[in-house]
């Protein structure tokens, strides 16, 4: 048996920016949260 | 609950199992009946992820928490999109190119037959059993909260939606669920929109999360490293990276998901939806639970969210106890409110010391009624023996069905029951899909014709939905104990995980060491678990570790018979 079978898939460059921008996103949301419980004063 | 509403929710029932039979048409074939011919596009399919992974207990209590302890659990989701991007570059390529119809079937490529069936004899194990607690748990809510018979409200849960997955198959399980998913963020939203119209004169959107903030409601991220804690920023991105990568990775149920998309890219871009959404749409369900503890400032709650428990204790021998509770806890509601007034109004005026005051009397004040609920808490604990009570999962439909107007009392029953079904659905495909197979076409009848297969398909599933519906029945008996076994299922991905780690991640993994790496690793959740107190998040690192070096170690000592490379 092939490891994995039938080889690595090819890199999926159009993926690349989605990928970033959950990133980004991700930040964006987690420094909203963070930024939200301290304004109104958790 | 009115006439209109259940006609609502009626209504509704009849329209899912319509539309799901509708699909019956794409279901003539196994692959079309499992996998839809592999031809769903990246949103219907992104919705489905979502719809799966959003079950009925989530969404009652997540709202739930966010009344009783405010936004953290929000912290548990912080590991999903890394785990999206994670999976998206590693398991969906490879899933794809192996043309697999179950997770487990990619182990017999890389290793061999025994890890596959023992890796799908697990999951079949696992949720097999937790889709009865999926159906159980929103059914016991559902059932005291209308007042409705436990058993009728179980087969209403269980029987549409064996009927449209039975027939329909996964192109059934696929659009219902897109359509439920719609009703269910229609009827938060609605939710959110009605509490925030139902807050009082002069007390703003502003000024009810900041009283909340002053009670601990808001708070988001605890930066704390303490592997006893459940919720933090380190056990949601490490663990919960963990328990996500396990659970999209390598349970059948989302798998199956994203197995359905057109394409490589397609199920990609399904996982991605998640990745984007899932966090803000978590907050906003934790945040609906946080407007219902601001409303309940305003409004007088009752003292515990469960009727059955509290006529138990009012029928017992320690009424009067309960009853002197209540009466200290109407006067406790009365000064709370005063004291979240006055903090409204001090935040009003500006005047930074009025606020800090105003705002440490309120404290004050939530602290005794937070200190009398936990003292009825504990009197029905004692008085019904069921040691692990809680009314958390009570909150939300009891305000739903008490505070809300006709009409959308019915779509937000209606969506409780779409998070339920959608959830249910994608099981029971899953675990006829993993039956078949894995077990049925691999071991027991290997040669037999697509139609009988399909046949065979079609009968499997309607089994698992008599089985689960049958266990939530037993199920439904367990009280708070259901919140305990509803966890039980995470203590497998790990250890899954572990096994898909050694797949993909090593040339030198051998069929043995994966093998023993998975007996291994599920040796160790269990030790740790039992000898001590660690977060569960935390369990899903141990069992992927554990599997990954046992396996190593395996496969070093015994390298396979065969060709691994």
């Known amino acids: 048996m092939t490891f994995p079978p039938d080889g690595f898939p090819e890199p999926g460059p159009s993926m690349t920016p989605t990928y970033v921008a959950v990133l980004v996103v991700e930040a964006v949301v987690l420094l909203a949260l963070w930024g939200f419980s301290q304004y109104f004063g958790a | ?565």
């Open chain 2, 1 to 565: 609950m009115h006439i209109i509403d259940w006609l609502i929710v009626g209504a509704y029932l009849v329209w899912i199992v319509y539309d799901g039979l509708r699909r019956t048409t794409g279901a003539s074939a196994v692959e079309g009946y499992f996998l839809a011919n592999r031809s769903l596009p990246w949103w219907a399919v992104g919705l489905t992820v979502m719809a799966t992974q959003m079950s009925a207990i989530t969404l009652v209590g997540t709202t739930g928490q966010g009344y009783a302890d405010g936004m953290r659990f929000v912290q548990f989701y912080f590991g999903l999109p890394l785990a999206m991007i994670i999976l998206s570059l590693t398991l969906v390529p490879f899933f794809y190119r192996a043309k697999v119809y179950t997770a487990y079937e990619y182990l017999e490529h890389r290793f061999d037959v025994r890890t596959r069936t023992l890796a799908s004899l697990l999951f079949l194990l696992s949720r097999g059993l937790q889709a009865g607690v999926i159906i159980a748990a929103p059914a016991v809510i559902l059932s005291i909260v209308l007042g409705f018979d436990l058993t009728l409200t179980i087969v209403g849960i269980g029987l549409p939606t064996t009927i449209y997955t039975m027939f329909g198959g996964v192109q059934a399980v696929t659009w219902t669920d897109v359509k439920q998913m719609v009703v269910i963020v229609v009827g938060v939203s609605a939710a959110v929109v009605s509490l925030v119209l139902g807050l009082p004169d002069g007390v703003g959107v502003g000024d009810a999360l900041s009283v909340a903030g002053a009670a601990g409601r808001l708070g988001t991220i605890d930066f704390r490293f303490d592997l006893n804690e459940t919720y933090t920023f380190w056990s949601g991105l490490i663990g919960g990276l963990f328990l996500m990568l396990g659970y999209f990775g390598c349970d059948q149920s989302q798998v199956q998901r994203y197995l359905t998309a057109k394409s490589v890219d397609a199920g990609r871009h399904s996982l991605m939806m998640s990745a984007f959404v899932k966090i803000p749409l978590q907050a906003l369900i934790l945040l609906t639970g946080v407007l219902v503890f601001a409303f309940y400032l305003f409004q007088t709650p009752p003292m515990l969210f469960n009727p059955v428990h509290e006529s138990e204790v009012r029928a017992s021998a320690r009424a009067a106890e309960y009853t002197a509770l209540d009466a200290e806890f109407q006067a406790a509601l009365e000064a709370r409110e005063v004291a979240a007034r006055d903090a409204v109004a001090a935040r009003s005026i500006g005047d930074a010391t009025a606020v800090a005051s105003a705002r440490a009397a309120f404290v004050e004040r939530q602290q005794g009624v937070t200190a009398i609920r936990e003292q009825a808490t504990s009197l029905v604990r004692e008085v019904t023996g069921d040691t692990l009570y809680t009314d958390v999962n009570y909150v939300f439909p009891t305000f739903v069905t008490t505070q809300l107007p006709v009409g959308l009392v019915g779509l937000i029953i209606a969506a409780i029951f779409a998070a339920a079904m959608s959830s249910i659905a994608a099981e029971l495909n899953s675990l006829s899909t993993a039956t078949v197979i894995d077990v049925y076409r691999r071991h027991l009848r290997t040669d037999a014709t697509d139609r009988h297969y399909l046949r065979v398909s079609k009968m499997v599933t309607g089994f698992w939905g008599v089985f689960t519906s049958i266990v939530a029945v037993y199920a439904a008996n367990l009280g708070s104990l259901i919140e305990v076994v509803n966890r039980f299922g995470s203590f497998f991905y790990g250890s899954l995980l572990g096994v898909f780690i050694l797949a993909v991640g090593t040339r030198r993994a051998t069929a043995p060491g994966a093998l023993w790496g998975l007996v291994g690793g599920m040796a160790a959740v269990i030790y740790v678990a039992a000898t001590s107190s660690i977060s569960y998040l935390w369990l899903n690192v141990v069992g992927a570790l554990a599997v990954f070096v046992v396996g190593m170690v395996v496969s070093f000592i015994w390298p396979s018979t065969t060709a691994d490379l």
